[in-house]
């Protein structure tokens, strides 16, 4: 479904990813871990083409998107819920979901909105409710939704459990195991690293720009340097 | 409790004087070749050392009369007053677009000459915060030099009258054209910044332009600017006493009425009026189209609207476009109802007028900024009489809206469409 080969990014000089290879194969849940400033939003955004890889190639369902205009790949039946949620404030819920789906027909929009309220009651609920208002997690859901609106095969979470409460990443959690049941495949980056590897199909590691580890879920979990680094221990 | 203020208000009337007294107190008068300087009356002095006083008594009670003005809002029974319901506010719009261009249709045959040329002028500042609107308010790209489209639309008449002989009506569009191609143009290089880089370079572009038409003095005539630009026809009759093109008719004698000079003001009105109604039900179709959401929704969170897959580049560049394309409308008629133009209309004032009409308005509502139009343009004519202190009433005024109602006149209510229910 996706593939990166080899990609090396910059931001001006420096080099953020030097020469990452990752896969993600169709109907899959794979998790990225690492810590701060390991690189994991720099994949996702090189994966966005922004910015573009510098080398090495970034594949999506067999097209090369290495050099392809953000708007474009984002059009292509890929979704990303960005970091920090970034719902439109001031915008009710309805709408941030219609925004979502932009470059759709109103008989689609139709039928993905009410598919994402089966998915999440608590949107239904508070349907004219202005999205600022909304508490973290009920954000998380419409951040979410908005992006399943573009009914895309795969969707990218970049730290979807970022600031929330315990009970609410558990709910987040059961959601993205939900999403792969209707066949989406999913890639998800994480620093919740416990939870992300027990839900993933596949893990990789990333430190410091470079992959460094490369397993199934569990496998990782039960790594001894995983546990260390990564799951205190 | 107002002792704490008492070195903070000494202060503030130690600086009162010390601005005050050069300016008023101390006059240089011309006296053949020499100038000298001579003190001011015993009465500006003594105003002075008055205008001190009272900043002191003010800054040393400031805390019991800004209290005082606190509680205003609570006497505004407006204040208190509930959400109105969209389809409530959608008719009271309507029924104020309906009132407001009745009441502009009857006003050049009531009203004299002056008051009639006034309103023109107040409807051309309307076409460019309209247009403005678009990209400060909606897109949220804070543009310096908007006047610079304006020029390019009033050039471009001027200039094909001049070479061409180009008539008004054709020069409508194509000034307006021209402008957008300008906005077009400008916002390739420019759309990558954001915030004040963006204002700074937009800025030095409306600068640029007004200096390329003061010295390019062989195509512009420089400062000398041009002039002669013909008014408007109606289907090919001309509203002057003799007709001057071969082929024209002349309005008085088509229709056998006596020649008055206030028809073709009544006439110039009427254009502005028609072009600004036209602006402003345009606009208002864009904002409810996608590319209108588009817009708002870069504003509110660039990265998510791109994480939807908009263009940045095309969301941006269609906004700057649409804005420059109404600059360039408006100033085809500010050429026409001139005659003449020189770069001295164009300078950055006008762009700051301008964007000061949308922010007081309320960015992105176009009731506001028609209000806003209205009021700032009108404003300065009525204070008149206070000549030299009108910038400084100008000034006050904006400084208290800024306090009082800092989302602006009338803030935009966005419009909820509700999907129709399918089957």
Redesign the interface.
């Known amino acids: 479904m996706l593939v990166l080969e080899n990609v090396h990014t910059h931001y001006g000089k420096i080099e953020a990813l030097h020469g990452v290879s990752v896969e993600v194969k169709k109907g899959e849940i794979v998790s990225l871990i690492g810590a701060n400033g390991a690189g994991k939003t720099t994949l996702l955004m090189t994966v966005c083409g922004n910015p573009q890889a510098s080398s090495g190639r970034v594949i999506l369902e067999g097209r090369d998107i290495t050099n392809a205009p953000t708007s474009q790949i984002m059009r292509s039946g890929i979704s990303i819920v960005p970091e920090g949620r970034r719902v439109f404030s001031g915008l009710t819920v309805e709408e941030n979901l219609h925004m979502g789906g932009f470059f759709n027909t109103k008989a689609e929009i139709r039928k993905s909105q009410d598919h994402v309220y089966d998915l999440f009651p608590r949107l239904k609920e508070r349907e004219h409710q202005r999205a600022g208002t909304m508490s973290g997690g009920e954000q998380q859901m419409l951040a979410i939704g908005r992006a399943l609106m573009s009914k895309p095969r795969m969707i990218i979470l970049d730290e979807p459990s970022l600031g929330l409460a315990p009970i609410v990443i558990q709910q987040i959690f059961e959601i993205i195991g939900h999403l792969r049941e209707e066949g989406i495949t999913v890639f998800l980056v994480e620093q919740n690293a416990h939870q992300a590897l027990n839900l993933a199909d596949r893990g990789y590691v990333l430190e410091t720009g470079r992959i460094r580890l490369h397993d199934t879920g569990k496998n990782l979990l039960a790594n001894p340097d995983v546990r260390n680094a990564y799951l205190g221990g | 409790m107002a002792a704490h203020n008492l070195k903070h208000a000494l202060f503030c009337a130690f600086i009162t004087v010390i601005i005050s007294y050069p300016i008023l107190g101390l006059n240089l008068i011309a006296q053949g070749t020499s100038v000298t300087l001579e003190g001011a009356t015993t009465a500006t002095v003594v105003n002075v050392f008055l205008a001190a006083v009272a900043v002191f008594l003010f800054q040393l009670f400031r805390d019991n009369i800004m209290g005082v003005f606190g509680r205003v809002p609570n006497l505004n029974p407006l204040a208190k007053r509930g959400p109105v319901s969209q389809e409530k506010r959608l008719l009271m719009e309507r029924v104020f677009f309906v009132a407001i261009i009745l009441l502009a249709l009857v006003w050049p045959f009531i009203v004299s000459r002056g008051a009639v040329d006034l309103a023109t002028l107040v409807l051309i500042y309307i076409m460019l915060a309209l247009g403005l609107n678009v990209v400060v308010g909606l897109a949220g790209l804070l543009d310096l030099g908007y006047v610079a489209f304006y020029a390019v639309g009033a050039y471009t008449f001027a200039l094909l009258s001049q070479y061409f002989g180009i008539s008004f009506w054709l020069a409508l569009p194509i000034g307006a054209l021209l402008a957008a191609l300008f906005g077009f143009v400008l916002g390739f290089p420019v759309l990558r910044l954001r915030g004040d880089y963006l204002a700074i370079v937009t800025l030095g572009f409306g600068e640029i332009i007004r200096i390329l038409l003061n010295n390019w003095t062989t195509l512009t005539g420089g400062p000398n600017g041009i002039g002669g630009i013909p008014d408007p026809t109606l289907f090919g009759m001309e509203f002057g006493r003799r007709v001057k093109e071969e082929g024209n008719v002349s309005f008085h004698e088509t229709f056998g009425i006596a020649y008055s000079g206030e028809h073709k003001v009544i006439f110039l009105y009427l254009i502005a009026l028609v072009l600004a109604i036209f602006t402003l039900l345009v606009i208002r179709r864009f904002m409810r189209m996608?590319v209108g959401?588009?817009w708002e929704?870069l504003r509110?969170?660039e990265?998510?609207?791109?994480?939807?897959?908009?263009?940045?580049t095309?969301v941006k560049l269609s906004a700057f476009t649409i804005g420059a394309f109404f600059a360039g409308f408006a100033g085809t008629v500010f050429a026409s109802k001139q005659g003449f133009i020189s770069p001295e209309s164009f300078v950055f004032l006008e762009s700051a007028i301008i964007l000061a009409i949308v922010v007081l308005g309320g960015m992105g509502s176009q009731v506001g900024v028609i209000l806003a139009a209205i009021a700032v343009t009108i404003l300065p004519e009525l204070a008149r009489e206070f000549s030299e202190y009108r910038m400084l009433i100008f000034g006050a005024a904006m400084v208290l809206m800024m306090v009082w109602r800092p989302q602006g006149l009338l803030p935009m209510r966005?419009i909820?469409i509700e999907?129709?229910e399918?089957g």
């Open positions: 996608p959401r588009a929704a509110e969170d990265i998510a609207a791109r994480s939807l897959g908009m263009s940045r095309a966005r909820q999907l129709k399918q």
